[in-house]
């Protein structure tokens, strides 16, 4: 099956600093999500992003789907950005079967 | 507010027992999804519907049953039968199986013993 790899696994930040994450993926892709699980283990949608770039405010997102990656960019990092961040696929087949990634542990220091 | 709700958000049992977590959501979403995170690790997808009264088991199944009676509710039944129960439940939805985007609840933590 396809595998989804992220790094850095953990990464430690002073807040204000910028940061990005990768995730690298084994096999094409119908759908890329990009989530935030906070503290309490809710996640949170960042992005749906097959290919292409966006941005939503301090975050943004670049897929090259051609190359079999995702980078998800953080700047101007706060405190309450702290947690796990996953990417995760669905690739082929007629399902929307998700897979995740093992994720980034994000600490944020003030 | 729309949106998806577990419960409980806590959950303790004794070993053979079976238990049951209740996923409700109000988005009129086609499609429901309960997947496992055990710490420091991904999520991984047990059962999915795509619609009423149909479900697919997904990659880690055994030990679990579901039912879809309703559109917004999709209860995950954890059986004796699952040799390590303990671990976090989250449930998600998807408007229908052509929309990518999954929304996920707060998670139910089940603790066995």
């Known amino acids: 099956g396809i595998q989804v790899e992220q790094s850095p696994p953990d990464l430690i930040l002073q807040e204000g600093a910028n940061s990005t994450l990768r995730c690298n993926f084994s096999?094409?892709?119908?759908?890329l999500q990009w989530f935030h699980q906070n503290p309490w283990g809710q996640l949170i949608n960042l992005f749906y992003?097959?290919?292409g770039t966006k941005q939503n405010g301090r975050l943004s997102a670049t897929t090259v789907a051609t190359e079999r990656y995702s980078l998800l960019y953080i700047s101007s990092s706060q405190t309450t950005d702290s947690g796990v961040y996953f990417c995760?696929?669905?690739?082929?087949?007629?399902?929307?079967?998700?897979?995740f990634g093992t994720g980034t542990l994000l600490a944020v220091q003030p | 507010d729309g949106g998806i709700t577990q419960s409980p958000k806590y959950l303790f049992r004794k070993e053979g027992q079976n238990v049951t977590l209740s996923c409700e959501q109000n988005?009129?979403?086609?499609?429901m999804y309960w997947y496992r995170q055990d710490p420091g690790q991904g999520l991984r997808l047990i059962y999915y519907?795509?619609?009423?009264?149909?479900?697919q088991k997904g990659d880690i199944a055994e030990g679990y049953s579901v039912s879809r009676e309703k559109k917004e509710s999709f209860p995950l039944t954890v059986t004796s039968a699952q040799k390590n129960p303990t671990a976090f439940y989250l449930c998600?939805?998807?408007?229908?199986?052509?929309?990518?985007?999954?929304?996920f609840g707060p998670g139910t933590r089940l603790t066995v013993t």
């Open positions: 998600a939805s998807s408007m229908d199986r052509s929309s990518y985007e999954q929304y």
């Open positions: 096999d094409s892709v119908n759908n």
């Open positions: 992003i097959p290919s």
């Open positions: 988005l009129n979403h086609d499609a």
């Open positions: 519907s795509q619609i009423v009264n149909d479900f």
């Open positions: 995760a696929v669905r690739y082929g087949g007629a399902t929307n079967k998700l897979i």
